[in-house]
């Protein structure tokens, strides 16, 4: 059922942020040393904090909401365009810590007068591919699903590569979805034909990711395989195959397909946000651990605010008229600047040993 994936995509994607943030940006030696293994939160007092890969799958999922509640005859994807963009430039007014250059500019853009189709930055960050995971677990039309992240892409990544990251998360969110154990290679057809020749380096190394799981390696070893020794990037190219071996390794075991990336070290909030929601939404609400779901201290996106969303998203495609969850505006800056705060101190606990 849709409402079983799209709550558990939201949590898994929040767990996986919130987690992974500590270590944001270590190398894979140096972290068990600096941080232990990521069993637990160790953000601040043993409780864990959402970053933007959080934030924009709820900004997607308020906008989805919107735009298919709507029973006239406006167009689905151009109002979720409008919808989205205005939601970005009203979060980046909230001075979200981590934000990436791209996002980041492309929503300045829109200030400025950009249109939606205007403001994306050509880049190949993994930005759209950490958005990705919602539309996958909400949407049952493929065509639709697949028109809503192209869209999604391109109003902050002009870079076609960003956009075949987002389209495999999304098909890879939409199988976890539908199949109890996962078929590799029949999702894998459906990128190819969805994605072309013009991606054919792009699904050569999902392919490696593929043939790496068969042979039973682990993730850590695939992601060196690639030359990543120091972390996965936020390159798409690097962050969307890493996840997606991730996924297929542990398709149905949350734990360790979350703890596995992340001890892959480099960009470890996106990579495990984008494996959390791939594998929530396979495994459900129950399929996440619960204490991991508790240990999540936000405020005013909280987790029963998150679970609200998804309730109400589910609500909306099966005909329901409901109101859009939000948030105070005002209390998103107060937490921001709280947030930003406790990034410093973890920044200057970097500067110490161990290295």
Sequence with gaps: MNRNAIIGCILGTAVGDALGLPYEGVSPSRAPQLLGPPDRYRFVFRRGMILDNTEHTCVVAQSLIEALSKSDDRNEVQLFTKRF?????????ALPAGVGKATARASVKLWFGATPQNAG??????????????????????????????????????????????????????HARDHASPDANLWLEQVVDTLGEDASEFTKLLRQA?????????????????????????????????????????PDDFRSAVTTIIQCGGDADTTAAIVGG???????????????????????RSVSWMQDLGDALADTIVGKTVAVPTVNPIAVLIRNCLFLFIVLFHGFRRLAPPY
């Design 85 to 93: 963009a205005r939601r970005l430039r009203w979060w980046i007014l």
């Design 121 to 174: 930055v050509f880049s190949a960050g993994n930005g759209p591919a950490m958005r990705a995971a919602i539309f996958g677990a909400a949407i049952d039309d493929v065509s639709l699903m697949l028109e809503l992240v192209r869209v999604s892409s391109r109003i902050t990544h002009r870079d076609p590569k960003a956009e075949f990251g987002e389209i495999a998360v999304a098909l890879a969110t939409r």
């Design 210 to 250: 593929i043939e790496s799981v068969d042979a039973g390696h682990s993730t850590g070893a695939f992601a060196q395989s690639l030359g990543l020794d120091r972390g996965v990037t936020g390159y798409t190219y690097h962050t969307v195959p890493v996840a997606i071996h991730a996924w297929l390794s542990h």
């Design 278 to 300: 791939i594998v929530g939404a396979g495994v459900g609400r129950d399929g996440i651990p619960q204490r991991w779901i508790e240990g999540i201290a936000e405020y005013p």
